[in-house]
C-alpha cells in the first residue's frame, strides 16, 4: 500500500461521517445486545428449519440477477452492459459497502462498469443513483401500504416512516429538478462530471419505465418474502403485516449513518420492532436479527469478493476509489 493510499485511509477514519457512523453502529449493537445470551442463542440456531433459510437465501441470491435486469433497463440503448455483467457489479457493489466506509460500494461497482464497458465512470454512477431512487420508491410503496394494514400504537414508528418517505420523495423531487438544469457544454471538469452523472440519471428510456417500476417492486417483493421466510424458518407464524413491517423499519433505519455493512443498526431496528412492537423476548429479537444480517452479509461478501477478485480490473480498483476525484471520475 503506497504512503498516498495509506494518508486516504487515515483520512477517511477521520472523516466525520464516518466517526459518526461508527458510534451510532456501536451504540445499536450495544442497544441490540445488551441482554444477549449466547446458550439461548444457540438453542434458537438449532431449531430453525433449515429449508426455509434456504429458500430464502436462494430468492435473495436470485433478487440481484433481477437487479442487474432493472438496472439494464436504466441505460439507454447505445451504452448498455450485459446483465451478466451488471449483475456482477451488484454483487462488488455489496461486497464494497460491507467492507468500506460510506457506501464506497456504489462508486466501486461504477468504476467497474465502468472500466469493463468503456463508459465514464460519472455517467454509470448517475444510473446508480437512479437505481436507488427506484429502491427509495418502491420503500414509499410498500410503507404506505404498511400504515394502511399495520395499527401502530406508538405513533412515533407511524410518523417516521411518513417523514422518511417524504425526505426520500423531497429527494426524488430535487434531482428532478436539478436534472433540469443540466449544462449543454462546459470546460469546467466538475460541472462536465455533473452533466455526465445527469446523462446517467436522465438515460432511462421511455419504454422502460414502466418494467424498472414493476421490477422494483417485484424485487421489494422478494425481501418481503425473505423476512416471511426467515421468520417462518423460527417459527415464529408471523403474519405477512408484520413481516412487512419489519421490512419497511429496517430498511428506514438504514439511512441512518453506521458502520460497513450495516452493523448495529440494523440488529437495533429489527429488534425493536420483533421485541417492543410484537412482544417476543429478547433472545427471540437477537436471534432474529443475527440471522437476517448474517445470512445476506455473508452471502453478498463473499459474491462480491469473488467476483471482484475475478474483474481484470480489481487490483488498483480500491484504491481509485478511495483516490477519486474529478479527473479520475471523467476517465473511461
Same mark, same amino acid.
Given at each position: 500500500?503506497?504512503?498516498?493510499?495509506?494518508?486516504?485511509?487515515?483520512?477517511?477514519?477521520?472523516?466525520?461521517?464516518?466517526?459518526?457512523?461508527?458510534?451510532?453502529?456501536?451504540?445499536?449493537?450495544?442497544?441490540?445486545?445488551?441482554? =444477549?445470551?449466547?446458550?439461548?442463542?444457540?438453542?434458537?440456531?438449532?431449531?430453525?428449519?433449515?429449508?426455509?433459510?434456504?429458500?430464502?437465501?436462494?430468492? !435473495?441470491?436470485?433478487?440481484?440477477?433481477?437487479?442487474?435486469?432493472?438496472?439494464?433497463?436504466?441505460?439507454?440503448?447505445?451504452?448498455?452492459?450485459?446483465?451478466?455483467?451488471?449483475?456482477?457489479?451488484?454483487?462488488?457493489?455489496?461486497? /464494497?459497502?460491507?467492507?468500506?466506509?460510506?457506501?464506497?460500494?456504489?462508486?466501486?461497482?461504477?468504476?467497474?462498469?465502468?472500466?469493463?464497458?468503456?463508459?465514464?465512470?460519472?455517467?454509470?454512477?448517475?444510473?446508480?443513483?437512479?437505481?436507488?431512487?427506484?429502491?427509495?420508491?418502491?420503500?414509499? =410503496?410498500?410503507?404506505?401500504?404498511?400504515?394502511? #394494514?399495520?395499527?401502530?400504537?406508538?405513533?412515533?414508528?407511524?410518523?417516521?416512516?411518513?417523514?422518511? /418517505?417524504?425526505?426520500?420523495?423531497?429527494?426524488?423531487?430535487?434531482?428532478?429538478?436539478?436534472?433540469?438544469?443540466? #449544462?449543454?457544454? @462546459?470546460?469546467?471538469?466538475?460541472?462536465?462530471?455533473?452533466?455526465?452523472?445527469?446523462?446517467? !440519471?436522465?438515460?432511462?428510456?421511455?419504454?422502460?419505465?414502466?418494467?424498472?417500476?414493476?421490477?422494483?417492486?417485484?424485487?421489494?417483493?422478494?425481501?418481503?418474502?425473505?423476512?416471511?421466510?426467515?421468520?417462518?424458518?423460527?417459527?415464529?407464524?408471523?403474519?405477512? @403485516?408484520?413481516?412487512? +413491517?419489519? #421490512?419497511?423499519?429496517?430498511?428506514?433505519? !438504514?439511512?441512518?449513518?453506521?458502520?460497513?455493512?450495516?452493523?448495529?443498526?440494523?440488529? +437495533?431496528?429489527?429488534?425493536? @420492532?420483533?421485541?417492543?412492537? =410484537?412482544?417476543?423476548?429478547?433472545?427471540?429479537?437477537?436471534?432474529?436479527?443475527?440471522?437476517?444480517?448474517?445470512?445476506?452479509?455473508? #452471502?453478498?461478501?463473499?459474491?462480491?469478493?469473488?467476483?471482484?477478485?475475478?474483474?481484470?480490473?480489481?487490483?488498483?480498483?480500491?484504491?481509485?476509489?478511495?483516490? @477519486?476525484?474529478?479527473?479520475?471520475?471523467?476517465?473511461?
Amino acid at each position: 500500500m503506497s504512503k498516498k493510499h495509506r494518508t486516504k485511509m487515515v483520512g477517511l477514519a477521520k472523516d466525520p461521517k464516518v466517526i459518526i457512523g461508527v458510534v451510532i453502529s456501536f451504540a445499536g449493537i450495544y442497544w441490540a445486545f445488551k441482554d =444477549f445470551d449466547f446458550f439461548d442463542f444457540k438453542q434458537s440456531i438449532q431449531q430453525i428449519d433449515f429449508v426455509y433459510f434456504l429458500l430464502a437465501t436462494i430468492f !435473495l441470491w436470485g433478487s440481484v440477477w433481477l437487479r442487474g435486469i432493472r438496472w439494464k433497463w436504466l441505460f439507454n440503448d447505445s451504452a448498455s452492459p450485459s446483465v451478466a455483467s451488471l449483475y456482477r457489479a451488484e454483487l462488488i457493489g455489496y461486497f /464494497g459497502n460491507n467492507v468500506l466506509p460510506l457506501r464506497l460500494g456504489e462508486i466501486l461497482r461504477a468504476y467497474i462498469v465502468g472500466k469493463e464497458n468503456n463508459l465514464p465512470k460519472s455517467f454509470v454512477f448517475g444510473t446508480v443513483v437512479l437505481e436507488r431512487l427506484m429502491d427509495m420508491f418502491a420503500l414509499i =410503496f410498500f410503507g404506505i401500504i404498511l400504515l394502511f #394494514l399495520y395499527p401502530f400504537e406508538e405513533g412515533w414508528v407511524g410518523d417516521y416512516i411518513l417523514k422518511g /418517505g417524504s425526505v426520500i420523495l423531497i429527494v426524488i423531487f430535487a434531482l428532478i429538478i436539478i436534472s433540469r438544469f443540466k #449544462l449543454k457544454s @462546459t470546460e469546467n471538469k466538475i460541472l462536465r462530471i455533473f452533466n455526465q452523472i445527469m446523462d446517467g !440519471l436522465l438515460s432511462i428510456r421511455k419504454k422502460s419505465i414502466i418494467p424498472v417500476v414493476i421490477s422494483s417492486i417485484l424485487i421489494w417483493s422478494i425481501y418481503l418474502l425473505d423476512v416471511y421466510l426467515i421468520q417462518r424458518a423460527f417459527q415464529f407464524n408471523l403474519s405477512w @403485516t408484520q413481516s412487512l +413491517a419489519i #421490512l419497511v423499519i429496517s430498511s428506514l433505519v !438504514l439511512s441512518i449513518p453506521s458502520a460497513p455493512g450495516m452493523i448495529g443498526t440494523f440488529h +437495533a431496528a429489527v429488534k425493536y @420492532t420483533m421485541v417492543d412492537l =410484537f412482544a417476543f423476548t429478547p433472545n427471540e429479537g437477537n436471534s432474529f436479527a443475527i440471522l437476517m444480517h448474517a445470512y445476506g452479509y455473508i #452471502l453478498f461478501t463473499l459474491l462480491g469478493a469473488y467476483y471482484f477478485l475475478k474483474s481484470q480490473f480489481h487490483e488498483h480498483a480500491i484504491k481509485n476509489v478511495l483516490n @477519486t476525484d474529478s479527473n479520475e471520475l471523467q476517465k473511461n
